[in-house]
C-alpha cells in the first residue's frame, strides 16, 4: 500500500498544486469584473471597493516569502493545506459578507492564506518531481495557470450575470474541499531539515505597515481635498518601507536576502518588475469599472474584453522565451514596455459608446504583444542572474515585487483618475446648463458618481444630461489614469535598455559577478 501510494504521490501533489493555484488565480482576476455590482449592491464607496482588492493584495504580497519559508521549516504539505483552508474559510465568509467592511475583513484574512498556499503549490512539485520530470511538472502547472487566469473573468462576468457575486467567491470552497482531501490521502510531507529555524518578524511586520500606511494614505488622498491623515499616512507607510530595507540588511535571517541585489541584472529585473507590473495591475483594476458603467457592457461582455491579451500572452511566450536564449533579455524586455505602453494608450483612446473591436480589442492585442515580449524574459532574467542555489527566494522575492507594485499603483492610479474625473465632471456640468438640483444630486452622489453611474436622487429630466457628463468625466479620468501606466511601462523599456547588456554575458544559472 505505501508503495502503490508512493508511485501515486508525484501525480496527486501536481494535482493538488495545479487545482488550488486555480483558486488564487480565477479569484484574482475574476474578483475585479464583480467589483462595479459589489460596489453598486453594498453601496460601497471608491475607496472602500479598493480596500476589497487592496485587503487582499496588502497581506499576500507582504506574507508571500514568509510562507514559503514556512513550508520548508514546518512542512510543505502541512503549510500548503492550512493556506488552502484559510483561503476557502475566507471565501465562504466573503461570500456571505452583509457589508463592505466585512468583505475587506474577510479578503484580508483571504490574503494570509493565499501567502500561504502561493509559494507551496510549487514547492509541493519541486520535492515530488526530480530532473527532466520536475521541468514538465513545473511546466504542466504554468499551462494551467495560464488557462486559468484567462478563464477567471469570464468566470466572474458569467456568474456575476447569471446570479450573483457572491458565487465568485463560494466556487472557491468545493475546489479547496478536493484539494484538501487529496493532500491527506494522497500527498507525503516533505520539509528542509536545513530551513532557518528564524523567522524575519520585524521585516514581516514593518512591510504589512509599510505598505498598509503608504495604501491607506494615498487612498484617503483621492477625495482631491487636503488631508492631513492622508498626507501623514503616507509618509509614515514611506518611512516604514525605508526602515524595512535598514532591517533587512542587518538581521540575520532576512526576508529578501539583500545580497541577492549585489547582480546588476537581479536589480534592474526587480525594477522593471515593479514599473511594468504597476502599469498593469493599476490598469486593470479600473477596466472593468469603465466597460460596465460607462460603456454599458454586461459583466460576461466585460470579463472576456481582455480574453485576447491573456490568448496573445500564452500563444506567444514560448517563442519570446526563445529569443531571450538568443538574444539576451535587453530587447524582447524593451519591447513589451513599448507594447504595453501602446495598449494602455489604445484603451485610454476609447472614449464612450465606440465599438469594441476599434477600442479594446486592439487595445488587448498590443498589450498581449507585449506581455509576450516581457513575462518569459523577465522570468528568465531573474532566476539566471543569481546562482541556481538561489533561484527559489529569488523568484520570490520578484513574484513579490510585482504583487505590491499592484497594491500601490490601484490607490495611486486612483488619485489620477479621481481628480481628472471630478474637474471634468464639473466642466461637463456647467457646459449642458444643469440644473441646481441636478448637480446638488450629483455633489452627493458619492460612490455613484466616482464609479461612472448617475445617482438615483437626480430628477428624471435631468438624467440623461447628467449621464452623460458623468460618463465623459470618468472616460477622461480612465485616459489620464491609462496614459500613467503607459508612462510606467516607458519608463520600464529605459531600464532595459540601461540596465541590461545587448546580449547575455555569462550563462544563465551561474553565480553573477560581485560588482
Known amino acids: 500500500m505505501n508503495a502503490r501510494r508512493a508511485a501515486h504521490a508525484p501525480v496527486w501533489a501536481l494535482a493538488a498544486a495545479v487545482i488550488g493555484s486555480s483558486m488564487s488565480f480565477i479569484d484574482g482576476t475574476a474578483v475585479n469584473v464583480a467589483l462595479p455590482i459589489v460596489q453598486r449592491d453594498l453601496g460601497a464607496s471608491a475607496a472602500s471597493v479598493q480596500w476589497v482588492v487592496e485587503s487582499y493584495s496588502l497581506f499576500l504580497s507582504a506574507l508571500i516569502l514568509i510562507g514559503g519559508s514556512l513550508g520548508d521549516r514546518f512542512g510543505r504539505r502541512r503549510v500548503y493545506a492550512l493556506g488552502i483552508a484559510l483561503f476557502a474559510l475566507a471565501s465562504f465568509a466573503c461570500g456571505f459578507a452583509p457589508n463592505v467592511d466585512f468583505l475587506i475583513a474577510a479578503r484580508a484574512v483571504q490574503g494570509v492564506g493565499g501567502a500561504l498556499a502561493t509559494p507551496g503549490s510549487l514547492a509541493l512539485i519541486s520535492a515530488a518531481y526530480d530532473g527532466e520530470a520536475r521541468g514538465r ?39 479547496a474541499a478536493v484539494v484538501l482531501a487529496m493532500l491527506a490521502l494522497r500527498v507525503d510531507e516533505t520539509r528542509d531539515p536545513a530551513a532557518s529555524k528564524t523567522i524575519d518578524v520585524p521585516g514581516v511586520l514593518l512591510a504589512t505597515l509599510g505598505l498598509g500606511a503608504l495604501v491607506f494614505g494615498l487612498i484617503r488622498l483621492q477625495s482631491g481635498a487636503p488631508d492631513a491623515t492622508g498626507i501623514a499616512a503616507a509618509a509614515f507607510g514611506a518611512l516604514a518601507l525605508v526602515a524595512f530595507v535598514v532591517v533587512e540588511l ?15 541584472a537581479f536589480s534592474a529585473a526587480n525594477l522593471y518588475t515593479f514599473l511594468l507590473y504597476a502599469a498593469l495591475g493599476g490598469s486593470l483594476y479600473f477596466v472593468p469599472f469603465d466597460l460596465i458603467n460607462v460603456q454599458g457592457y454586461p459583466p460576461a461582455a466585460a470579463g472576456a474584453a481582455l480574453l485576447p491579451f491573456v490568448a496573445v500572452v500564452s500563444t506567444l511566450s514560448r517563442f519570446s522565451g526563445g529569443l531571450t536564449v538568443r538574444l539576451g533579455a535587453r530587447l524582447p524586455l524593451a519591447a513589451g514596455g513599448v507594447l504595453a505602453a501602446a495598449g494602455f494608450a489604445t484603451f485610454g483612446a476609447a472614449g464612450v459608446g465606440h465599438p469594441y473591436w476599434s477600442t479594446f480589442f486592439p487595445g488587448a492585442v498590443l498589450l498581449g504583444l507585449g506581455g509576450a515580449a516581457f513575462v518569459a524574459p523577465l522570468t528568465t532574467t531573474v532566476m539566471g542572474a543569481v546562482d541556481v542555489t538561489h533561484a527559489g527566494i529569488a523568484s520570490g522575492i520578484n513574484n513579490a515585487i510585482a504583487r505590491a507594485a499592484g497594491l500601490v499603483a490601484i490607490a495611486a492610479l486612483g488619485i489620477v483618475l479621481a481628480h481628472e474625473s471630478q474637474g471634468s465632471l464639473a466642466a461637463n456640468l456647467a457646459r449642458a446648463r444643469t440644473s441646481p438640483a441636478a448637480v446638488a444630486s450629483v455633489r452627493a452622489g458619492g460612490a455613484d458618481v466616482v464609479a461612472g453611474r448617475v445617482p438615483a436622487s437626480v430628477p428624471a429630466n435631468a438624467r440623461a444630461a447628467v449621464g452623460t457628463a458623468i460618463r465623459a468625466a470618468f472616460a477622461s479620468g480612465f485616459r489620464t489614469a491609462m496614459l500613467a501606466s503607459a508612462a510606467l511601462s516607458l519608463a520600464a523599456s529605459g531600464i532595459a535598455l540601461a540596465g541590461f547588456p545587448s546580449r547575455r554575458s555569462r550563462p544563465f544559472g551561474t553565480a553573477p559577478s560581485s560588482r
Not at 487566469?149 to 465568485?168: K, N, T
Not at 542587518?250 to 546588476?264: D, K, T
Request: aromatic share 12%; net charge positive; glycine share 12%.
Open 137 to 175: 511538472a513545473i511546466g504542466t502547472w504554468s499551462g494551467f495557470s495560464a488557462v486559468m487566469s484567462a478563464l477567471g473573468p469570464v468566470i466572474g462576468g458569467w456568474l456575476v450575470q447569471i446570479g450573483s457575486w457572491r458565487a465568485v467567491f463560494f466556487i472557491n470552497v468545493p475546489l
Open 250 to 264: 542587518r538581521v540575520p535571517h532576512p526576508m529578501i536576502h539583500p545580497e541577492l541585489f549585489a547582480s546588476r
